[in-house]
């Protein structure tokens, strides 16, 4: 399959390896913390390559931004159920140690790409009113 632009991103690479090591030690979890919590968890970090994806499809700087927001928020929801997940004692030191570091290079990452897209043209808003 050949690449497309968004995979060429970092930040969507990046995006993709932490719903990658999440998936990995989600699935070790017993079934009631994968249906409750890990179900949670995985549907936030998918989302955040996922929506990176859609918005860069989308063709328009304005819908691409508001793609990368929602991608933003899905990072910050995933961050949510990793404390609880953390403090419910389903992640290990170790794990929490593989997964921060993705999550502190992600975080500002997917804010500068935010702001790279550009602001929509004064004419294409007016146009897209």
Do not use: C
């Not at 970092?10 to 719903?19: C, K, M, P, T």
């Not at 913390?33 to 998918?46: L, M, P, S, W």
């Not at 997917?110 to 702001?115: D, I, V």
């Amino acid at each position: 399959m050949s690449r497309t632009n968004f995979e060429s991103l970092i930040v969507y690479q990046l995006a993709e390896r932490l719903a990658d090591e999440l998936w990995k030690i989600v699935l070790k979890w017993n079934l009631f913390a994968r249906d409750t919590v890990g179900k949670q968890i995985i549907r936030a970090a998918d989302s955040v390559g996922a929506n990176i994806a859609e918005g860069t499809g989308r063709g328009s700087f304005q819908d691409n931004r508001r793609f990368v927001r929602i991608s933003r928020g899905s990072l910050y929801e995933a961050r949510h159920w990793l404390r609880r997940a953390y403090n419910r004692r389903l992640l290990t030191e170790k794990e929490v140690n593989k997964l921060k570091p993705i999550i502190d290079e992600l975080t500002p990452k997917l804010n500068a790409y935010l702001r790279s897209i550009g602001n929509v043209p004064e004419k294409q808003r007016a146009t897209d009113n």
